[in-house]
């Protein structure tokens, strides 16, 4: 799965360690999410858009 | 969260508790077979009970702030599945040593030696997960 995590963060000027914390994960899991190493479950999707000041899903994670 | 957390604390002191009784009742019981190089198997008892003890007091005093996601808990179940497939290949392995020349250690060491093994499979297969998958 692709991923526009890192695309959205950097616009917010979050760093890896910020988005960990805001949605109760650690770093190296963003980190993994990052690299499409990991595919999240739809409660950590929701987590990631909302931290992410986003209206869907979609817009961040891409099949 | 603090509940449940609680409920394992009391849980990890009850049994280091259990373990210390155990061992003084095995001590008034004068059973004083040689294990794990204590003199009796009360004594042994008594230590690992204080040892548990120490360990889940300084755990509970550093209060440190553990994060358990869902891709650890994830990683976690992949070592476990890894550690099973190891435990029955050693004991295959194990069987067919025993089969050319008779293991002849103390019951004691040998579990102590398997358990030991299981928990440093364990250990590494989560940590090489952790790092590379």
Redesign the interface.
């Known amino acids: 799965m692709k991923t526009k995590i890192k695309e959205y963060r950097k616009k917010l000027k979050m760093t890896q360690e910020d988005l960990a914390n805001k949605v109760?994960?650690?770093r190296?899991?963003i980190n993994?999410l990052e690299q499409g190493?990991?595919n999240?479950?739809l409660?950590?999707a929701h987590k990631i858009k909302k931290a992410l000041k986003l209206k869907s899903i979609e817009e961040v994670f891409i099949l | 969260m603090v509940t449940k957390n609680k409920v394992q604390i009391a849980w990890r002191y009850g049994f280091a508790i259990v373990l210390i009784i155990t061992g003084l009742l095995t001590l008034s019981y004068n059973l004083k077979n040689e294990f794990l190089g204590f003199s009796s198997i009360g004594t042994w008892l008594i230590y690992v009970g204080f040892i548990m003890l120490a360990v889940i007091t300084l755990q509970l005093i550093s209060n440190k702030k553990r994060?358990v996601?869902?891709?650890?808990q994830l990683i976690a179940s992949k070592a476990g599945r890894i550690t099973f497939l190891a435990i029955i290949i050693f004991s295959f392995v194990i069987m067919i040593i025993d089969g050319f020349k008779q293991i002849t250690i103390p019951y004691s060491y040998f579990m102590s030696y398997f358990i030991c093994g299981i928990i440093f499979i364990y250990i590494v297969s989560y940590r090489l997960l952790?790092k590379y998958?």
């Open positions: 109760e994960v650690t190296q899991t993994a190493k990991y999240p479950s409660e950590l | 994060i996601d869902e891709r650890m952790l998958s």
